[in-house]
């Protein structure tokens, strides 16, 4: 079956130290690659699109790599602030319509 | 985010009885969806609607219904609520028209937080 994996673990770094996250997936063949974050009672919120043919994305302090041979997306944040501090998901979509599976999420803590 | 509403924001039932769930949407978008969030489980699909004439049953439909009043508008129903379906549920919006600045994006809601007891 489908599966999506994201480590369930929070993970806990210092401010300006740079936090990465991982989303591997198995039996599936995603056309592109989401990454939400969502904050604790809220939405989640967008942040980037990767695309199967795609291998880097960046925004500002953000940047998504997506490696379709290992099944495998990385979720860097740089200079990491206690702003960043927030569940990250990351969304697997299909070819056809626009239907997203989600993973778990991991949160992530910024200590100042 | 202000452009998809929910309602209400809480709610707490007994078991067996029936609730409906709101979403309204000010953003244009064809593409309605319902979906489920528990603890470790991350989001899971319920429904979904493509336009007002298309409904289409996600991963975890039993024990829910929906209904596609209009474009902007997108129900939930639980039509005898049991103690499982206690969970955060989340109303989101997609367009498939190609005006979207990134194609693909889903907005969600607020968010309703349901307790059966």
């Known amino acids: 079956s489908q599966k999506i994996e994201q480590n369930s673990e929070a993970l806990n770094i210092q401010e300006g130290k740079t936090a990465t996250l991982t989303c591997n997936y198995t039996n599936y063949s995603p056309a592109y690659l989401q990454w939400y974050r969502q904050d604790p009672g809220r939405g989640p919120v967008f942040l980037l699109l990767i695309r199967e043919n795609e291998k880097e994305k960046r925004k500002e302090r953000l940047k998504v790599t997506f490696d379709t041979t290992l099944k495998q997306s990385l979720f860097h944040i740089t200079a990491s602030q206690p702003a960043d501090s927030a569940t990250y998901l990351c969304?697997?979509?299909?070819?056809?319509?626009?239907?997203?599976?989600f993973g778990g999420g991991t949160r992530l803590m910024v200590k100042p | 985010d202000a452009d998809v509403t929910q309602t209400p924001r809480n709610r707490i039932t007994k078991t067996g009885k029936r609730i409906m769930l709101e979403c309204s949407q000010t953003k244009g978008h064809d593409r309605m969806y319902w979906y489920r969030q528990d603890p470790g489980l991350g989001l899971r699909l319920i429904y979904y609607?493509?336009?007002?004439?298309?409904?289409n049953k996600g991963e975890i439909s039993d024990g829910y219904s929906v209904s596609r009043q209009a474009q902007a508008k997108f129900s939930l129903s639980l039509e005898s609520a049991i103690p499982n379906q206690t969970a955060l549920y989340f109303c989101a919006t997609s367009d498939s028209s190609g005006r979207d600045v990134i194609p693909d994006t889903q907005y969600f809601g607020p968010g309703t937080r349901l307790t059966v007891l």
């Open positions: 969304a697997l979509g299909r070819r056809a319509g626009n239907m997203l599976t």
């Open positions: 609607s493509f336009d007002v004439k298309d409904i």
